[in-house]
């Protein structure tokens, strides 16, 4: 994360230079931050499997649970 004086040097930086080349930084800074929100994205979707993953295990193994119990508690 930038700090602000190091904000400020980008924005003077950018404020120096023409059109063209302050275009293509732009284009640049946009092109990375679509890159890093693919990422977030990516790992979020990950994330998300896996913790579907695991309420199904939590799920399974509480079903199992019951099973055990019904069985032992059953006087047949």
């Known amino acids: 994360m930038l700090g602000s004086k190091d904000v400020e040097k ?6 120096d230079m023409g059109d063209e080349k302050l275009l293509a930084e732009l284009e640049r800074s946009f092109c990375i931050s679509d890159e890093r929100h693919q990422r977030i994205s990516n790992t979020l979707e990950e994330m998300m499997l896996e913790v579907d993953r695991l309420i199904s295990r939590i799920d399974e193994i509480e079903d199992e649970s019951l099973e055990d119990e019904d069985e032992e ?4």
């Not at 980008?10 to 404020?15: D, N, S, V």
């Open 10 to 15: 980008e924005i003077c930086k950018m404020l």
């Open 73 to 76: 508690s059953s006087p047949w």
